[in-house]
């Protein structure tokens, strides 16, 4: 079978980059390794932890807030079998949604292993151990991620557990140890201790979302210690051992000093590393860094090898899916023609704890770093009048701008639909607005959204109108 174009693996990225290139007129095929579509995002990432991390709240606010809202319940519990069976019901809806997808938009579809035979000929191996091949112009290398281990610390997939694990477990844990403060750890420690788990953060830094502005990991530790969850920072894991039901995790202090902490789980979450086994990269002359097994693309996202391209999570950058689907639309456009581009800065990256985080640009550190001079504007949620109704009033939006421009140049939000909220500046900064541009704009009232314009007047000469 000859096609245009052959995408290997169906997450955001792959899947995006098959319907572009259908729509395109291209003849696209794509390679899908296990039995359903969407890949990690669908089936063990994005979708499922968002399913969690929605009923647990549900669950956490009619335990701690409904009564403040006039509401009364009698004898509130958790059906935890109910609630991950909601969780696979959104994933299945999610994952034959792509699979009608590829059938409107007429693209082939290979269940298997897909590897290189040379560049433009790709052997899928059935799970039933037959193998075909089919042969394409282009080749889009899609793999994704898997969770990132510690080579000392070996995950049996009971006790010791990937988020993979923690999306499906059978009970909710007594006491989960979890090991790294980013954002995937982070966002599962939230949904079980909602329910009511005891949850330890251990991280290696000296701060929760490293990768973030400061200020949010501060306040997102804050919240998260309200919500009874405990932190371990600047401690390095050296181990663990499971003895039956029970889980001893060692490490070191700042100082030195030798700890543990015993639960009846461990979720690793240290982040994830580049899924590129099995492609067969060696035969068509591709290496892979060492560390984090990334493929070195160009500009236009192609590899050393003419006609193969690589996007998403096996390239160099964050590991977002709407990173991803952004990369597959720009290389089915190129392919065709097209001369599209894509701004890495301003992607925007968010934490689906509650309040959201979500952050765009610039951070004060790398802007300090890089010599630039900046103003700042920051308004808190406790101002505002639609936060005060709903009852969430931790978080703030800050707006960094030029100093001498005005012009914006990142924007970082810890609050109520952050995750939403982040939109209106990445869409002002993609039309380079500034800070006034923005204060100067009609914000319905009352909105969450209140938060960004005032964040804007405050940096524009301190006007903020309610601080």
């Known amino acids: 079978m000859q096609y245009d174009v052959i995408v290997i693996g169906s997450g955001p990225g792959g899947y995006v980059a098959a319907i572009r290139c259908a729509q395109l007129g291209l003849k696209t095929a794509i390679v899908e390794k296990y039995n359903t579509l969407g890949g990690t995002c669908l089936n063990v990432g ?70 290189f035979k040379d560049k433009n000929t790709i052997t899928v191996k059935k799970a039933d151990g037959t193998e075909t091949e089919i042969t394409g112009k282009n080749v889009i290398i899609a793999t994704g991620s898997k969770p990132s281990a510690l080579p000392f610390l070996p995950i049996d997939k009971k006790r ?42 251990i991280e290696f830094m000296d701060g929760i979302i490293p990768t973030m502005d400061k200020g949010l990991g501060r306040e ?155 103003k700042t504007g920051s308004f808190p949620f406790k101002a505002s009048g639609r936060a005060r109704a709903s009852g969430d009033l931790d978080g703030f939006v800050k707006v960094l701008a030029d100093a001498v421009t005005d012009e914006i140049l990142g924007v970082h939000m810890i609050g109520p639909r952050a995750a939403d909220m982040i939109a209106e500046a990445v869409v002002a900064m993609e039309f380079r607005a500034s800070a006034e541009d923005i204060a100067r704009i009609s914000h319905a009232h009352p909105t969450y959204t209140e938060a960004m314009r005032e964040a804007c007047l405050a940096a524009t000469e301190n006007r903020a109108i309610h601080i």
């Open 46 to 115: 994005c979708i499922p932890s968002k399913a969690l991390l929605d009923s647990s709240e549900h669950y956490h606010n009619a335990a701690h807030a409904f009564t403040t809202h006039g509401i009364k319940l009698d004898n509130l519990g958790v059906d935890f079998g109910q609630m991950v069976k909601r969780k696979q019901e959104v994933v299945d809806a999610n994952t034959s949604g792509i699979s009608y997808l590829m059938k409107k938009n007429k693209i082939d579809t290979h269940f298997g292993t897909g590897s």
């Open 160 to 201: 010791v557990i990937t988020s993979t694990e923690a999306l499906s477990l059978t009970e909710i844990p007594k006491h989960l140890v979890l090991i790294g403060g980013g954002v995937i750890g982070l966002e599962l420690g939230s949904v079980y201790a909602r329910l009511g788990s005891k949850v330890s953060v």
């Open 220 to 374: 997102l530790q804050k919240v998260l210690t309200k919500l009874g969850m405990e932190f371990y920072l600047g401690h390095k894991v050296t181990g663990a051992t499971v003895n039956g039901d029970e889980v001893t995790v060692n490490f070191d202090t700042p100082k030195g000093e030798k700890k543990e902490l015993k639960g009846d789980y461990c979720l690793v979450a240290v982040g994830r590393i580049a899924y590129t086994d099995g492609l067969g990269l060696d035969k068509i002359g591709i290496t892979v860094e060492e560390r984090g097994r990334k493929i070195t693309v160009n500009d236009h996202l192609e590899t050393s090898v003419k006609g193969v391209y690589a996007i998403g999570d096996v390239i160099k950058g964050a590991m977002l899916a709407h990173k991803a689907e952004d990369e597959g639309t720009l290389v089915a456009e190129i392919i065709a023609g097209q001369k599209p581009h894509i701004d890495y800065n301003l992607i925007p990256g968010v934490v689906y704890t509650w309040p959201e985080v979500a952050a765009v640009g610039q951070t004060e550190e790398q802007l300090k770093a890089a010599g630039v001079k900046y």
